[in-house]
């Protein structure tokens, strides 16, 4: 069974750079599209992007100019950056699995929080 | 770009009660790529149905999806305690972005 743990600073500073990892255990990273996930405090599910294949991507067009996911093979990690980052970048970050049988998020980390402030 | 959007935002209910969650997309989609998810307080969310009507292994059969075109729901037919939660649906695209509805909260 697929297990994901998100990983980073909970707090970063307006204006800097977000950055966060995944690891996947219990299977191989390059067998699904591992996706990130953000939920703001009280609000709702916001989706990020994805990566594939070893290295091909998607992002949601309002964050696209902000935002890069990578995936580290070897370390069996994706990693999120999110610059230039504001107090509306607070949020609780997840990674999900994204499953092709269902359609749909089968499994899901448990979640980091990041607060955006000085 | 799909917008989802689920009625009514909170349900107030008691256990053993009927519950129906609504889910309306703004542009007519495909039921095959429609999903719901649970998230209790702290927790992440968790898949219940996906392809509109079938149920994760596990997932009690009190829980049940329907529906096609612009309209899905979501439907718990006697509420167990545990029930209590925020139900999301999401749906997926070609076209980025892959859109969640904006929830609805069933309480007690």
């Known amino acids: 069974q697929v297990h994901l743990q998100e990983s980073g600073p909970g707090l970063v500073k307006p204006s800097e750079t977000l950055s966060l990892t995944c690891t996947v255990s219990?299977?191989?990273?390059?067998?699904?599209?591992l996706n990130w996930i953000r939920q703001p405090p009280e609000k709702g599910l916001e989706w990020i992007g994805y990566?594939?294949?070893?290295?091909?991507?998607n992002y949601n067009p309002s964050l696209r100019s902000r935002v890069t996911i990578s995936v580290d093979m070897s370390e069996s990690q994706s990693s999120l950056k999110l610059r230039s980052v504001t107090a509306a970048d607070t949020a609780v970050y997840y990674c999900?699995?994204?499953?092709?049988?269902?359609?749909?998020?089968?499994?899901w980390g448990q979640g980091t929080m990041v607060t955006a402030s000085s | 770009e799909i917008v989802l959007t689920q009625s009514p935002g909170t349900l107030s209910l008691s256990p053993g009660e009927r519950a129906t969650l609504s889910c309306r997309a703004s542009?007519?989609?495909?039921?095959?790529?429609v999903a719901w998810y649970q998230q209790k307080p702290g927790q992440a969310p968790r898949l219940l149905i996906y392809?509109?009507?079938s149920r994760i292994t596990g997932i009690p059969d009190r829980f049940s999806g329907s529906g096609s075109g612009t309209h899905f729901t979501l439907t718990i037919s006697r509420l167990e305690p545990e029930d209590f939660a925020v139900y999301y649906c999401?749906?997926?695209?070609?076209?980025?972005?892959?859109?969640f509805g904006g929830g609805t909260k069933v309480e007690i």
């Open positions: 999900a699995k994204w499953s092709v049988q269902e359609w749909a998020f089968d499994i």
């Open positions: 219990g299977g191989s990273i390059s067998s699904f599209c």
């Open positions: 990566i594939c294949d070893s290295g091909r991507t």
């Open positions: 542009q007519s989609v495909s039921s095959n790529y």
């Open positions: 392809r509109a009507s």
């Open positions: 999401q749906h997926y695209d070609n076209s980025p972005p892959l859109t």
